[in-house]
């Protein structure tokens, strides 16, 4: 059974900086793609960011670079989303999400689609 338990939300002022993390149980994020994906009030689900396991490269949505960071503790099987300069419009619920073996919710990174088929409950962002 796969599990994936986000943390590390919270309400922020304009310009500052929060860190979420995600912690799996029932599978080894460092073998699969894990993404940050972020839902506001009527509005639809959007990715933020993909750590692709192997090579690890990162893919960031194009209002996320330069402000957000994705980063793997291996030997923590967590995943951390650092976000920095946070603006008003970054404010939602964020979750994450891990490829599973057999497809899921696909999803396009950087031209790569992936099948998130393990996903979080989310932690709320209030900016």
């Known amino acids: 059974h796969v599990q994936l338990v986000e943390s590390g939300g919270g309400s922020v002022q304009t310009g500052g900086s929060l860190r979420l993390s995600c912690v799996a149980s029932?599978?080894?994020?460092?073998?699969?793609?894990v993404g940050w994906f972020r839902q506001a009030p009527g509005k639809e689900r959007e990715g933020v960011a993909a750590l692709y396991s192997g090579g690890g490269d990162r893919l960031y949505r194009e209002f996320a670079k330069d402000r957000f960071t994705i980063s793997r503790d291996k030997t923590k099987n967590t995943v951390f989303l650092q976000m920095d300069s946070l603006q008003a419009e970054d404010s939602g619920m964020y979750i994450c999400a891990a490829e599973g073996p057999d497809g899921g919710t696909w999803y396009k990174f950087g031209g790569i689609r992936v099948g998130f088929a393990y996903w979080g409950q989310g932690t709320q962002v209030t900016v």
């Open positions: 029932g599978t080894t994020l460092s073998n699969n793609c």
